[in-house]
């Protein structure tokens, strides 16, 4: 296998998910040309993509690098999202830098070796002692990934982290004022203290928003405290599983603050089946924001795979192509609407600049054998090429033996009488 990084001018014989063959020009970190596939000049430092799909690649927005793999180490029981909450808390207080770096850098690097080339991670701002170890932690691993993947980080504060501990967070390098208003005792006392410091701080805000199936919803609040924000402070709201449990009238009136406020939405598919409807055994709710009405009303949708194999999540393998494969299943989106929101959509809702097969756009491309859409997120092939910033960073080729079958004589046909 060729050494990565490498500069990749050109890509060859692509599938592109509406079924055309290309060649891709890049040139620097940019797409330079795309033409019908065989006219290009060829080139001996060329890839050759005959038999894959060529996609804008993923993007993460909605991760916890510094709770992945933290399962086994916990052990904790399964259940809602108070139990994770508990479970997670007592064992975070044992937690070292170097433990959170080593989790959080081992989970990035499999995310980017599955094609996912940008990501925004919550880190928890932890309690007790040192309550910036996480901070360290990844801020530490976006320094040694930088040039691989990017990663941006949204400070996670609970009710009880002071502001001054929120504000050496933001000095340390966190890009983000994150944070779970709903969970407080008074939440919109703490949605209001939240959006505070992010405007005096003039940084953006990513809110864990609404995360149960009942509750008054604090979204419109939020919504109406961000317009008029700049471009700069793009505000987002995360996983918004109450807006699929409004009656209609209620859900249109918070999509049109929502609209208004151009708040990106992230649905979070595996974690929110995972931790909602445990009191609802009999017609258990999905636990899903309201995707099909969000995206027919014209809001920025992204999807993610949020927790990985830690209280929140036992199982889930940080792959983009699972998360579209659930948007399927469990949120009813088409296939290409579903690969949309792990991609262009993410990347809108994190505020990043456009990407994939288009002249000027930004190389950040994933090829993934297959014979189309459907077959990618069906099966999500493991053979992969990845590209970030115009180069290739990661290379994925799987070599599958199966024994043939015995042959065996055809019975004679008995004709009827």
């Known amino acids: 296998m060729t050494s990565l990084p490498r500069t990749v001018p050109l890509l060859t014989n692509a599938t592109l998910p509406d079924g055309r063959r290309v060649d891709v020009e890049i040139s620097g970190d940019e797409v330079r040309a795309v033409r019908a596939a065989g006219t290009s000049t060829p080139r001996t430092d060329a890839i050759d993509l005959t038999g894959f799909v060529l996609l804008t690649a993923p993007a993460e927005p909605h991760a ?9 180490a916990i052990d904790p029981p399964m259940g809602d999202l108070r139990l994770a909450i508990d479970s997670w808390v007592a064992y975070s207080a044992t937690m070292t830098i170097d433990d959170i770096a080593d989790r959080a850098r081992a989970q990035a ?14 880190v928890d701002l932890l309690r007790g002692p040192d309550p910036l170890r996480g901070v360290h932690a990844l801020v530490r691993v976006r320094r040694e990934l930088a040039g691989l993947i990017d990663i941006e980080l949204v400070a996670l504060c609970s009710v009880d982290i002071p502001d001054a ?23 919109f006392v703490e949605l209001r203290r939240l959006l505070a410091i992010a405007h ?30 700049p471009t700069s402070m793009p505000a987002t709201a995360g996983h918004c599983v109450r807006l699929g449990t ?16 151009d708040i990106g939405i992230v649905s979070l598919p595996i974690t929110n089946l995972y931790l909602q409807g445990w009191n609802d055994p009999v017609s258990t709710p999905r636990g899903l924001t309201a995707l099909r009405t969000l995206l027919d009303r014209g809001v920025r949708v992204g999807a993610g795979a949020d927790n990985v194999r830690d209280p929140f999540n036992p199982v889930g393998r940080g792959d983009a192509l699972e998360t579209a494969s659930l948007l399927v299943t469990a949120g009813h ?31 950040e491309l994933l090829a993934v054998r297959g014979s189309g859409l459907a077959d990618v997120v069906a ?10 910033a115009g180069r290739l960073v990661a290379q994925s080729t799987v070599h599958r033996s199966i024994a043939l079958p015995t042959p065996v004589p055809s019975e004679p046909i008995l004709e009827m009488r």
């Open 379 to 388: 099966n999500a092939p493991a053979d992969r090429f990845v590209i970030h």
């Open 333 to 363: 989106l088409t296939l290409t609407e579903a690969y949309a929101a792990v991609s262009s959509g993410a990347r809108s809702v994190m505020n990043l600049p456009m990407a994939g097969v288009a002249i000027g756009a930004r190389a």
């Open 109 to 122: 690097l499999d995310m980017l070796g599955q094609g996912t080339t940008a990501i925004r991670c919550h």
């Open 246 to 261: 409004l009656e209609p009238d209620a859900l249109a009136e918070v999509i049109s603050e929502v609209l208004a406020s």
């Open 200 to 229: 005096r701080r003039g940084v953006g805000v990513d809110l864990h928003t609404d995360e149960g199936l009942t509750g008054v919803p604090t979204l419109p609040e939020f919504a109406r405290i961000v317009r008029g924000w």
């Open 64 to 72: 916890h690098l510094d709770k992945a793999r933290s399962w086994d």
């Open 165 to 187: 501990t929120i504000d050496q967070a933001l000095d340390l390098g966190v890009d983000l004022v994150g944070g779970a208003p709903h969970l407080a005792p008074e939440p």
